[in-house]
């Protein structure tokens, strides 16, 4: 979950760059291998896998097991980083400028936004502005984009270490309900991961060795409900 610098404050994350790797590699916009299906995925830590490994984030794990399924070959791009906002999301994009033939295009945002503190009105205009840009990485295709919710780490040992971890979870929610509202309203499949994420002091397993960010295991899950409607994306 790419608080703040997913959190300047907190020394164990490292600031990761722009992150692009694939199946069959995909630099930029163009594929150096001709795949089945390609894959854009839009975030922050919580998309990149603060720590864990490349292969356990939850976009490799879902392109992974797409290829698998359907027997095919399918590459994937990722832009999140650290810390990010929807400002620094929106910026991202302006500069790497994706192409518009993505078969799946998957966005999760807004944790730094509540982690930093930012008015709640940047999320409000900013998040159905990248909404749009993703249905249009898709090329137009709403079938073929997913909103992710936004984990809750009050669930974790960084989470329970904070003043207020009952007030974490409440502006949680308070963000997941936006972006389902909006979600629906454009026509778009918003999967809820929440829930797997709030019994990570339950199951400490589900939560990374920084004790904060989710696990592999706990991006498998992630990768289980979001199985489906992706497969129906690329399919």
């Not at 095919?72 to 400002?87: C, L, P, R």
């Not at 295709?141 to 009050?154: E, F, G, L, T």
Request: aromatic share 12%; hydrophobic share 35%.
């Amino acid at each position: 979950m790419k608080l703040i610098h997913f959190f300047t404050l907190f020394p164990i994350l490292a600031l990761f760059g722009f992150l692009s790797c694939s199946n069959t590699e995909e630099n930029g916009n163009t594929q150096t291998t001709e795949t089945d299906f390609t894959y854009l995925a839009l975030g922050d830590s919580y998309t990149i896998g603060e720590s864990v490994s490349a292969t356990e984030n939850f976009p490799f794990q879902l392109q992974d097991s797409l290829a698998e399924n359907l027997s095919e070959t399918g590459a994937y791009k990722i832009i999140a980083q650290t810390g990010w906002t929807t400002t620094n999301l929106l910026n991202a994009i302006e500069t790497q400028n994706p192409a518009s033939d993505y078969d799946l295009v998957t966005l999760l945002i807004g944790v730094n936004n509540q982690f930093q503190g930012k008015p709640f009105s940047v999320y409000e205009k900013e998040f159905p502005q990248l909404l749009d840009m993703a249905i249009g990485f898709a090329n137009g295709d709403k079938n073929s984009v997913i909103v992710v919710s936004i984990p809750d780490y009050a669930f974790t040992p960084f989470g329970q270490n904070s003043r207020n971890p009952e007030q974490i979870s409440a502006e949680i929610d308070q963000y997941n309900a936006f972006a389902r509202q909006t979600a629906h309203r454009k026509e778009i499949s918003f999967i809820n991961i929440t829930d797997i994420t709030r019994r990570g002091l339950d199951d400490p397993s589900l939560v990374a060795n920084d004790g904060l960010h989710p696990s592999g295991k706990a991006y498998k899950l992630f990768v289980e409900r979001l199985f489906d409607t992706a497969k129906q994306a690329v399919d």
